[in-house]
Antibody, heavy 113, light 108 residues
């Protein structure tokens, strides 16, 4: 059974860069699927950030595209999210996902000085 | 972007009630729709994909229907464990993938 686990700083300063990694176990990410990131501001709904296919091709939410990079590392069976120039509006629980069927537990990232 | 409009935003119901949640897409997404259940403090959990296919282990009281732009999630007999927020998500080949705004199912 596939498992996904997010890791990264829980606090990032405004204007700096948010970096998260998702380690995948129980499935080889080079075997297929889109691997993505979704976020949820406290008390609000879900926002799709983007994903990377196992081949390395990426798709991003246009609202975040200028600030987002998602990359994949098949050698480590993990993928990453980079979000630059963050503001308080980027405070959210960040989830990594496989396609639509499997989610990590989520990690809260707070943007504050 | 494909907009997903979910209704109602909040639903008050009693144990045993039949509950229906609707999700409308701004353009056809064929069958590429998923339904999720989220409880406070937890990650969303997949209930159904491809509009009507249940994920293994999901109780049979959850069912989905629809194609194109109109979709429904039905809970045939609401159980205490079902009080939660439900989201639809389209995952058509046209990115970005998008979510409905959510439906909170509350105890009446």
């Amino acid at each position: 059974q596939v498992q996904l686990q997010e890791s990264g700083p829980g606090l990032v300063k405004p204007s700096e860069t948010l970096s998260l990694t998702c380690v995948v176990s129980g499935y080889s990410i080079s075997s297929g699927f889109h691997w993505g990131w979704i976020r949820q501001p406290p008390g609000k709904g879900l926002e799709w950030i983007g994903n990377v296919y196992h081949s390395g091709s990426t798709n991003y939410n246009p609202s975040l595209k200028s600030r987002v990079t998602i990359s994949i590392d098949t050698s480590k069976n993990q993928f990453s999210l980079i979000l630059s120039s963050v503001t308080a509006a980027d405070t959210a629980i960040y989830y990594c996902v496989r396609g639509v069927d499997s989610w990590g537990q989520g990690t809260l990232v707070t943007i504050s000085s | 972007d494909i907009q997903m409009t979910q209704s109602p935003s909040t639903l008050s119901a009693s144990v045993g009630d039949r509950v229906t949640i609707t999700c409308r897409a701004s353009q056809s997404i064929n069958q590429w729709l998923a339904w999720f259940q989220q409880k406070p403090g937890e990650a969303p959990k997949l209930l159904l994909y491809e509009a009507s296919t249940s994920k293994s282990g999901v109780p049979s009281r959850f069912s989905g229907s629809g194609f194109g732009t109109e979709f429904t999630l039905t809970i045939s007999s609401l159980q205490p464990d079902d009080f939660a927020t439900y989201y639809c998500q389209q995952y058509d080949s046209n990115f970005p993938w998008t979510f409905g705004q959510g439906t909170k199912v509350e105890i009446k």
